[in-house]
């Protein structure tokens, strides 16, 4: 059984930054692509970035140079480095896992999620 557990959401001005990680139960994390989806208000859930098992990223148009995805397989945690927050990033934001290699930005792709970390940006 595969849990993940995200942390570090919070509220935050505009132009401000939060830091939110996910911490991945289970011996074959490293193998796990994972991946960071979040769902605003009245909104469909959306693909924001994802990692693969050897480090490899892809982010989301919205997000790309604001937002940094890592991941530490030693910690079995994945993180979202976000910077430049803007009011449209609100929302609740998930972790996910999936056994697949390759970029997956469709939530039906994984396997795995998490509770999720509400994000609240102030105008």
């Known amino acids: 059984q595969v849990q993940l557990v995200e942390s570090g959401g919070g509220l935050v001005q505009a132009g401000g930054s939060l830091r939110l990680s996910c911490a991945v139960s289970g011996r074959t994390f490293s193998s796990y692509s994972m991946g960071w989806f979040r769902q605003g208000p009245d909104k469909e859930r959306e693909f924001v970035a994802c990692i693969k098992s050897v480090g490899s990223t892809y982010y989301a148009e919205s997000v790309k140079g604001r937002f940094t995805i890592s991941r530490d397989n030693a910690k079995n945690t994945v993180y979202l480095q976000m910077n430049s927050l803007k009011s449209e990033d609100t929302a609740v934001y998930y972790c996910?896992?999936?056994?697949?290699?390759?970029?997956?930005?469709?939530?039906?792709?994984?396997?795995?999620w998490g509770q999720g970390t509400q994000v609240t940006v102030s105008s």
């Open positions: 996910a896992a999936t056994g697949a290699g390759l970029f997956r930005t469709h939530p039906g792709e994984y396997n795995y």
